[in-house]
């Protein structure tokens, strides 16, 4: 057998051995300082990434390090509080492992939140941003023998993020008294911060955030025919001159998470109770 369908496997056994029976019908992977909203989460049960057999642990900073499964908005839900990242030294087959696992647990729908740095001049530090479409700029997950059982060679990304969840959540998002954006989210693999060069590029490639996760996770989740709603958290606004001071630091990117995670607990509350 197929050695990463074996992980798989043996790691997703083991999560639906620690849920007592129940079935989740989405998963949420949150960002960097976003794991607020696993926390309230009703009758968890919480699993740290550590305990599971086959399973990559985070190393970074605003990323606890564990599968959170219990009810939000009515629905029984997983989420992740914490996510693996291409730089961290993980191919991209282990990190997105966790999609895989959360697709044999039975989900249908996939949320993505992440921290990101504003490209687009219109953005500002804690605006909350829908995820329209991408552009990667990391090695495609899916390269190598492709995994038949969960969806085919050459799937489409027409429409990686779904096009109902967006308007179901700027409906939400009205009716809470705050309003969202819709931009294009560039993935990078970092660590290192973008170069006002490279900033300058991608925002001449047409994309308003730039960060260093998401899109590997969105593309092995649309490959399993997964629905995806993605969000974006602005952290910081990306430096377009070559100037001495570093304006990037990750700690104030944790911070200004934590400070919109309240605008976004509300949304993703009503979204999945909506499902």
Do not use: W
Not at 25 to 37: D, R, T
Not at 69 to 82: E, H, S, T, Y
Not at 111 to 120: E, I, P
């Amino acid at each position: 057998m197929d050695e990463r369908i074996t992980r798989i496997n043996t790691a997703a056994s083991f999560i639906e051995s620690r849920l007592e029976g129940r079935k989740p019908i989405a998963a949420i992977i949150l960002g960097s300082g976003l794991g607020q909203l696993a926390e309230i989460i009703e009758d968890p049960i919480i699993i740290p990434y550590t305990k599971i057999p086959c399973f990559p642990v985070s190393s970074v900073i605003g990323h606890k390090g564990n599968f959170i499964c219990g009810n939000l908005g009515g629905k029984c839900v997983i989420a992740m509080q914490g996510r693996f990242h291409y730089y961290e030294g993980y191919s991209m087959s282990t990190l997105t492992l966790p999609v895989r696992v959360m697709c044999k647990l039975g989900i249908k729908y996939l949320f993505v939140s992440n921290a990101a740095g504003a490209l687009n001049p219109e953005y500002k530090v804690g605006d909350t941003i829908i995820i329209k479409d991408h552009i990667n700029f990391m090695p495609n997950p899916l390269i190598g023998p492709n995994m038949d059982d969960f969806g085919p060679r050459f799937p489409d990304m027409t429409c990686p993020y779904d096009l109902e969840l967006q308007q179901k959540a700027l409906d939400i998002a009205a009716e809470l008294g705050f309003k969202l954006h819709r931009g294009i989210y560039f993935g990078g693999s970092g660590p290192s911060y973008e170069t006002p060069a490279e900033v300058r590029f991608f925002r001449a490639s047409g994309a308003d955030l730039v960060g260093m996760s998401t899109v590997p996770e969105v593309i092995v989740a649309r490959h399993s025919g997964l629905r995806v709603f993605g969000m974006s958290v602005v952290t910081n606004v990306c430096n377009t001159e070559n100037v001495e001071r570093n304006f990037n630091d990750g700690e104030d990117v944790v911070q200004q998470a934590n400070a919109a995670t309240k605008r976004m607990i509300p949304l993703f509350t009503k979204m999945i109770e909506s499902l």
